[in-house]
């Protein structure tokens, strides 16, 4: 069974999907704001959720830190940016394709 990583690089709005050590994919994201900035940290997914409603787009990936995931957007010109609240936003289509291939539990690192 294969081991998943997900590196949150906030500096660089991407976020790298690891497979046994190895990066196999990465996406475009949008980060939080300087106000309500994205926490730097090591968390877990905890949970999965598809169409939450609201602005979360097409899936919500809630992390070990309350409040915060991973989810897709209904403003697609918001990836590449500075505004979330915390939480770290992207497309719907690369969201969709995270949730549907890591577990819960994944480890998630979010670096500055």
């Not at 918001?78 to 979330?84: Q, Y």
């Amino acid at each position: 069974m294969p081991t998943y990583h997900i590196i949150v690089d906030l500096s660089e709005f991407r976020l790298h999907l690891l497979r046994d050590n190895r990066v196999i994919r990465t996406f475009p994201i949008g980060v939080g704001k300087m106000l309500t900035a994205t926490p730097v940290g090591e968390y877990t997914l905890m949970n999965k959720q598809p169409n939450p409603g609201g602005p979360f787009g097409a899936y919500w990936l809630g992390l070990s830190r309350p409040h915060y995931g991973i989810h897709g957007t209904n403003r697609p010109s918001s990836i590449g940016k500075r505004v979330s609240h915390g939480c770290v936003r992207m497309y719907n289509q690369d969201v969709t394709y995270l949730a549907e291939t890591v577990p819960i539990g994944t480890r998630v690192t979010i670096r500055p």
